[in-house]
């Protein structure tokens, strides 16, 4: 084989592997952060001073069992009315966030039952209001 039948060799490959990593780039699926990526961002400030409101108060917990998820707000909440909702982000696949509405007890305790998730690493993203004042808290827990 002569250096000319090499070169040609050597085009044909590279344009077969070029148009695999095409093939590859426009089939790779890419979960972005959010869909209203640009409508949030707006409203971050909001986000800011719910933070601080909701650090002012106290600590929220998240622990889990076998069977269960508890989500403790501050205990200053406890005989409050708490409107808001729970969002389970998972960070690696859009298909396994999960939300629903904040329905504490008197004790200011949600329960959540894990088979209503999938195994994964997952950021809990609270957003709630007690009367006037509005909240905020972020969390990463793994289900296991």
């Known amino acids: 084989m002569n250096w000319g039948n090499k070169l040609v060799v050597v085009f044909v490959v590279f344009a077969l592997f070029m148009g695999y990593m095409v093939y590859r780039a426009l089939n790779t699926k890419y979960n972005l952060v959010s869909k209203d990526y640009y409508k949030e961002e707006l409203r971050y400030q909001e986000r800011i001073d719910r933070v601080k409101n909701a650090i002012a108060l106290g600590d929220v917990t ?68 007690v009367g006037k004042f509005a909240f905020y808290n972020e969390q990463k827990l793994i289900v296991k």
């Open 62 to 129: 998240i622990g889990q069992d076998a069977t269960t998820i508890q989500i403790q707000l501050p205990k200053a909440h406890k005989g409050y009315a708490v409107k808001g909702e729970v969002f389970f982000y998972c960070i690696t696949d859009a298909t396994k966030d999960f939300k629903l509405p904040l329905q504490v007890d008197a004790s200011a305790i949600q329960v959540v039952m894990k088979k209503q998730l999938q195994k994964a690493a997952y950021q809990v993203k609270l957003n709630w209001q």
